[in-house]
Every structure is written in C-alpha cells, then in structure tokens.
C-alpha cells in the first residue's frame, strides 16, 4: 500500500472535495494527491488520463461518465458509491443586473436577448446544446454567440473577464469564482439534474484508503461541506 491518495475528480465536485480533504487525510492518515479537478478535453482529462493508464485511486464523475469508466475497466463497479446532486444555473459579471429567469418564457427571452453565453464542454454544455436548445427552439439563435470553454476553464471565469456576457454550468463550479454575480438556478421545468458518484480505480494500489475516504464523502460528516460548496448529498 501507498502513503497517498491519487483522486481525480470532476469541476462539479471539487469544492466539497477541497473542503473535506483535512477529514479525508486524518482519517486515512494518507496525503491526498488531486491530480485534476475537471473531466475537461484534451489530453489533460480525466477520460484520457485513465485510458493512458494514469494511476488513479478514487475518481469522483457524472454518472454517464462513471457507467462508462466501469464498461472500459478503469473504475471497479464494486464500491461505486452515489454522493452528490447537482443543478445548473446561469451568472453574470458582478455588477451587472440581476436575470430574470424565473419562468420557461422568461429564460427564453433572457438567452434570446444576451449578447454571448459562455458554455462548458462538460456535462451541463451538453445539455445545453443538444437537450435544452433544440427543445425551447433556439438552438440556431443561439449557436453563433455561444462561447465554449473547455481544458478544464470554468464558464465563470471567462464572464468574470467580460469575455461573455452570461455563464451557464454546474452551480457548485460557478460559485467559488471572484467576479461574478447573481448565480441563478434554472427554473425547474428546464433543470437538470446530475449524480456524481465516487468509485476505485482499478489499478489503484490503496484500495482500502480509497474505500475510507469514499465511505467519508457518502458520510452524514460530510453532508455540510457538500451543500455550501452548492451541492446535494446523495
């Protein structure tokens, strides 16, 4: 067995993950090494770090990504745990007005209206533009001012440089970035909801560290820490 812990682990989950390390090392008395907080693009992502082989003990993903991580043997079914909800919300630079978005209309107009849309290249970017879009009508309206930021870049960031005018992801992944603001959900009707889930990689050589700090992530302890980084626990 190793003395350290090799996570990675997908935007969505990252604060929780960086606020519950000090539980994670006490309890496993293992140094937790993150190799990647996004599932990213390129070479650096989370998909082609595991299919190169990358030593991974915990890897913490969407659900869509850990089911196919588990078909292609890189995560062991067994141990695979659920800890996590997460919804989709929109921002703006800090100083700009509030959106209204409160109706399924109202949204429509918002999108119709800005002037660029900053999207992920990750799980809510896709529900963007092949889900949500294409149903409300405005997938061709929208497509020429929309904005993709992938290599691990949150949407956040590029708003709070005044690159874009409106931001769309993960909740949790908006709200530790400086110069945003109103970070605003979904309104229900057009809301996705995702599970992230931990498992064991398979060629991880601490298994049973790895199997500690999961069971402490699934944990009524860590239920605190999950929801002020925007967050549900499972």
């Known amino acids: 067995m190793t003395t350290e812990l090799r996570v990675m682990t997908s935007g969505a989950f990252t604060g929780a993950h960086l606020a519950l390390l ?3 090392e006490r309890l496993t008395g293992q140094k937790v090494l993150t190799l990647t907080t996004s599932i990213g693009t390129g070479e650096t992502s989370i998909p ?23 078909d292609a043997g890189y995560v062991l079914e067994a141990g695979s745990t659920p800890l996590a909800r997460s919804t989709i ?14 109706s399924v209309e109202a949204f429509k107009k918002y ?50 440089r005044g690159e874009a005018e409106v931001c769309c992801q993960q909740i949790s992944e908006m709200l530790p970035v400086a110069g945003i603001d109103h970070i605003t959900p979904l309104p229900a009707e057009l809301q996705k909801v995702s599970l992230y889930i931990a498992g064991i990689g398979a060629n991880s050589t601490n298994k049973e560290a790895a199997a500690q700090m999961i069971a402490l992530l699934a944990s009524p302890a860590a239920a605190t820490a999950i929801r002020q980084s925007g967050l549900e626990p499972a």
């Open 89 to 102: 919300g929109i921002a703006v630079r800090a100083g700009a007005p509030k959106p209204e978005i409160g």
């Open 22 to 24: 000090p539980q994670v």
């Open 48 to 70: 082609n770090r595991l299919q190169r082989g990358e030593l991974a003990d915990v890897v913490i993903v969407v659900s869509k990504n850990m089911r196919e991580f588990i």
């Open 111 to 160: 999108m119709l209206e800005a002037n660029s849309l900053a999207y992920s290249a990750s799980v809510s970017g896709t529900y963007l533009m092949t889900e949500l879009f294409p149903r409300l009508g405005i997938l061709d309206a929208m497509t020429p001012k929309c904005i993709w930021v992938g290599n691990g870049q949150r949407t956040a960031a590029v708003v709070a």
